[in-house]
């Protein structure tokens, strides 16, 4: 395994196709060697010839590895996205060099960026590129000196008029490109697997997830007594890592540690037990009224996923499921709030149950906390626990049902 300094307690990307493109060409070019078609036609890993020009061919480090952590407890960055842990040029058999140039090692990347202009990447940088120890910058700086120096494009001699720390920032800027292109929170809540109190998965369904995603392969997971902490996403690279096309790679080296089932996915700012109290509703009983502010459509507008607190989420008929992927459901602002509609037809409150259908005629719901509410209250209620496998339906009233649920919004 990999030993990292300087890095949050708890560890653990939308994405690449499955075949070779350059996923970056909508940004501003990063500076780097100027690299010929003939000089990008081997894919590292996997030349079937020796290749001398290591400034258009990662060598010998030619599986990069982006990698991302799980912050929960205690929390770094925002609530629904993972943050970034950094770029890794491994070997082709799984072994990896390090601190490779004690010439080119930094102590203030902070300071680098802003020579280069990079104030975009650095702002997003302090946001989704976090240390356990509030030394960001620290953490950078190690990811830079044990990592960055041993990748052969880096090197100073494949620049053209090359300035000092240039490829640092380069360094810094390719990673958080390639992360923006790896929304892992959003790649497993399509597949119902959301961060909860409560809930529990399966390694095959975290895998299947992201194998179901345009990545298209296997990733590393790895977790501590069971809770998801980080993600490691392979690459075989065509070219120069600044701007070369970063081809989804299987796993070599360092296998998921995570167990097979029961595997644990809290949610930032979680307390790891079950609650009856969220945030702007106070539950006393079987009905419930919100004490927060209630806002007719916000945060529910355009495309998203209706998720569930206890883990999953609503799939198109309106039922609470967490084993499969996601419904998409449309909200339309109408009146005072919005209407809601998935791939089934409108979606509307029938019989108290939450239902979504051709037949089906449209209630109009309001926001309370960033909640679906119903009239007064944000609870919803359901008969069994869809945990189990189970597709269950969501009611409006309790009537004897014990499983009490919240619904929020993500947009997608």
């Known amino acids: 395994m990999h030993s990292k300094l300087l890095v949050p307690y708890l560890a653990t990307v939308s994405l690449v196709a499955a075949s070779p493109l350059n996923i970056f060409c909508q940004r501003t070019p990063v500076v780097g060697p100027t690299c010929s078609k003939e000089d990008s036609s081997q894919l590292s890993c996997h030349n079937t010839a020796p290749v001398n020009n290591l ?48 010439s080119r090692e930094t102590s203030d990347v902070t300071a680098v960026l802003k020579k280069f202009g990079k104030t975009e990447t650095l702002e997003y940088m302090n946001k989704y590129w976090k240390s356990n120890n509030n030394d960001d910058d620290g953490f950078w700086q190690h990811e830079w000196n044990k990592h960055g120096t041993c990748m052969s494009t880096y090197e100073p001699k494949c620049y053209t008029n090359y ?23 959003n790649i497993l809540a399509a597949a119902g697997i959301l961060p909860s109190d409560t809930a529990t ?43 070369g096309k970063y081809v989804p790679a299987g796993i070599v080296g360092s296998p998921s540690n995570c167990p097979k089932t029961g595997i644990k996915y809290y949610p930032k700012g979680g307390s790891g037990t079950p ?9 006393t009983g079987p009905t419930s009224t919100p004490t927060g502010t209630i806002t007719p459509g916000e945060p529910f507008s355009g495309r998203g996923y209706l998720t569930v607190d206890k883990g999953g989420c609503l799939i198109s008929a309106g039922k609470w499921y967490t084993k499969g992927t996601c419904a998409t459901y449309t909200a339309t602002a109408s009146d005072n709030g919005f209407t809601l509609k998935s791939s ?7 019989s108290d149950e939450f239902k979504c259908g051709a037949d089906v005629t449209s209630t109009v719901f309001i926001a309370s906390d960033g909640k679906l509410a119903n009239g007064s209250s944000t609870n919803y209620y359901a008969a069994g626990d869809a945990n189990d496998g189970s597709q269950v339906g969501v009611f409006t009233s309790s009537d004897g049902r014990q499983t009490v649920l919240s619904i929020s919004w993500l947009a997608i």
């Not at 258009?56 to 952590?69: A, E, K, M």
């Not at 609650?275 to 539950?283: E, H, I, Q, R």
């Open 55 to 102: 400034c258009c061919f990662n060598s010998p480090g030619g599986q990069i590895l982006l990698t991302q952590f799980w912050n929960a407890r205690p929390d770094y960055g925002p609530k629904e996205s993972w943050t970034i842990h950094g770029l890794w040029p491994d070997n082709c058999d799984g072994t990896w060099e390090e601190f490779c140039d004690k």
């Open 163 to 185: 300035q000092k720390d240039q490829a640092i920032a380069d360094y810094m800027d390719k990673t958080v490109e390639i992360f923006k292109g790896l929304n892992t929170y």
């Open 201 to 243: 998965y399966t390694l095959e369904a975290l895998q299947a997830a992201v194998k179901r995603s345009p990545h298209g392969q296997e990733v590393v997971f790895n977790c501590k007594n069971g809770s998801l902490r980080e993600v490691w996403y392979h690459f075989n690279v065509y070219g120069s890592a600044q701007s």
């Open 275 to 283: 609650t009856s109290t969220t945030k702007g509703t106070t539950t």
């Open 344 to 350: 089934k037809g409108n979606c509307g409150i029938v």
